[in-house]
């Protein structure tokens, strides 16, 4: 680490440390020939031989954009690379949250329309810029709120029909789950570290595991449900579940803008009614001509309407009195009380669209109470190693281990796990282990919409060590169809090598027909 007054390069004096990092630190120095002030990167050598030390400079030097630091300078230095690049006055999102608490919907909403438009011009290239270490240590907050991204250290450009990347890079909890297999970053993976620090600036937690962002105890009850719904869809386990693009992520958020937006203009109306009729009585109040006028027009109407009212008891009288003739009203008579009848109607305007919400329970299993579905005499897991003492030990162990390969192991949950609405109940309420093989049991009631189609490609079980198991298919065809019923269908979902232990899992699947929807039950296994 250099000391303050350092000279690098004969004319960059260090003034103080602004932060350190895996590769480097990064300190405050000033141009002692000009006097003005920089922000230089120290890239220690030990890094020469893993990483492309010019890799960030050479990005760097062909972008611009208002949200990404410019680079000024490059040298070397006692085998140290420097990178003189913009001071950036401010505070990092993470020391920022740190120390203020979460942010308010609105502010993490604009935050992140700035980081989209940062990444969605770092995706525009051909090929496209993968930012790959998007985390609220690398954003700077100015003191208008503006974002700049600070380190393009581990960046790269996405290279066609590569497997992977060269090296597994990014910082736990931010980096997507394809990463730690070393699958090759693109464009999700960026959109899935966006999620991520949405998550932290809603939330202000920590995230160690990345199914923490899909619990609904994870978020205060007072969250903007529109905007958790973001952060859910762009933290998807599955890439392909993700935004397919930073656009569409922004489209969504906008679209929550949109909604917060018509919910104050609805209130700032109803508030603006209130004080126009108390503007009105001061105006008649201060001017006695208008308020003579008013008296005078209130006053004809009134004599109008008796005229019609008139009008209609007297035609009523004649035809109680003759009814054989069967008088009729005038018809220009007629078409005024017509007329009257219409005016007075109350006016109905159109009905309001009504956005169903979705009812959400997590269910729970109970891992002490199974249900034995062996065919054996074995009760479970105390099994009687010495069964008669005629039998030879070894006989008894063996036709154990037989027993124990086809015993079959049900819970039934205590509570069901499901989310529902008027139109589509999903639950799932038992889960099946047969050796090492889970079968999960849902019932669906797709009660007023058209053929659902539910993907087995895109159905896991995600434990809470972010360990995801993909359903595997016993026939040919991905899509399980659920047709138009009033009652329950059954759906059994088959995963392999999976063992059911105490924590927190979520079924993730997705219902398809007209549009995709998420399906998202979680269950808790608890011992009781």
């Known amino acids: 680490m250099l000391n303050p007054g350092r000279i690098l390069d004969e004319k960059y004096e260090i003034i103080k440390v602004l932060g350190r990092g895996g590769m480097g630190t990064v300190y405050l120095c000033k141009n002692n020939r000009l006097g003005n002030f920089w922000a230089i990167k120290e890239v220690n050598g030990q890094w020469k031989d893993k990483i492309d030390f010019l890799a960030e400079p050479n990005l760097l030097k062909n972008l611009s954009h208002i949200g990404i630091v410019r680079i000024i300078d490059i040298f070397y230095e006692d085998d140290n690379l ?8 401010g505070t990092t999102l993470k020391e920022y949250v740190e120390a203020n608490g979460s942010l308010s919907a609105e502010l993490v909403t604009d935050i992140s329309l700035q980081l989209c438009s940062i990444l969605g011009y770092l995706h525009s290239f051909n090929p496209p810029i993968i930012y790959r270490d998007l985390k609220p240590a690398n954003i700077m907050i100015k003191s208008n709120n503006k974002v700049v991204l600070i380190d393009f250290g581990i960046a790269r450009t996405y290279k066609e029909n590569q497997e992977g990347d060269t090296m597994i890079l990014g910082s736990l909890g931010y980096i997507a789950p394809e990463q730690l297999i ?5 464009a999700q993976t960026d959109i899935y570290s966006l999620g991520a620090t949405m998550f932290f600036m809603l939330t202000s937690k920590s995230i160690n ?31 392909k579940s993700r935004y397919s693009d930073v656009s569409a992520m922004r489209s969504a958020l906008n679209a929550n803008i949109d909604e917060v937006e018509n919910e104050k203009t609805m209130f700032m109306n109803s508030s603006e009614s209130a004080r126009d009729t108390s503007k009105t009585v001061l105006v008649e109040d201060k001017k006695p001509k208008n308020r003579t006028k008013l008296i005078i027009i209130s006053a004809l109407a009134c004599i109008i309407a008796l005229v019609v009212i008139l009008a209609w008891v007297m035609n009523n009288k004649a035809v109680d009195k003759n009814d054989s003739e069967h008088s009729i009203a005038p018809k220009s008579t007629e078409a005024t009380v017509a007329k009257t009848i219409e005016e007075t109607k109350p006016k109905v305007g159109p009905a309001a669209e009504v956005v169903e919400k979705d009812t959400i329970v997590m269910g729970i299993l109970d891992i002490k109470n199974p249900v034995i579905l062996s065919s054996g005499t074995s009760n479970g897991k105390g099994k009687d190693k010495a069964r008669g003492k005629e039998k030879d030990k070894e006989k008894d162990k063996e036709k154990d281990n037989n027993e124990d390969k086809n015993q079959l192991v049900q819970y039934n949950l205590k509570t069901a796990a499901s989310i529902a609405n008027s139109k589509l109940s999903v639950s799932l309420t038992s889960i099946l282990l047969i050796k090492d093989d889970v079968i999960v049991t849902l019932n669906i009631e797709n009660i007023a919409a058209a053929t659902q189609r539910l993907d087995i490609s895109k159905t896991y079980l995600v434990n809470d060590k972010n360990e995801a198991t993909k359903s595997y298919n016993q026939s040919s065809t991905t899509m399980v169809l659920i047709p138009q019923s009033s009652g329950k269908q059954e759906v059994k979902l088959y995963f392999k090598d999976l063992d059911i232990e105490q924590g927190s899992y979520i079924l993730k699947t997705v219902l398809s027909s ?15």
Not at 209 to 238: G, Q, T
């Open 82 to 89: 420097y990178i003189v690049e913009d001071y950036i006055e």
């Open 182 to 186: 070393n699958a090759q970053s693109n």
């Open 209 to 239: 595991l990345p199914s923490e962002l899909m619990f609904e105890k994870n978020y205060m009850s007072d969250d903007a449900k529109s905007l958790v719904s973001v952060i859910k869809k762009a933290s998807a386990i599955d890439p």
């Open 514 to 528: 007209a549009v995709n929807k998420d399906i998202n039950l979680s269950v808790d296994v608890k011992k009781s």
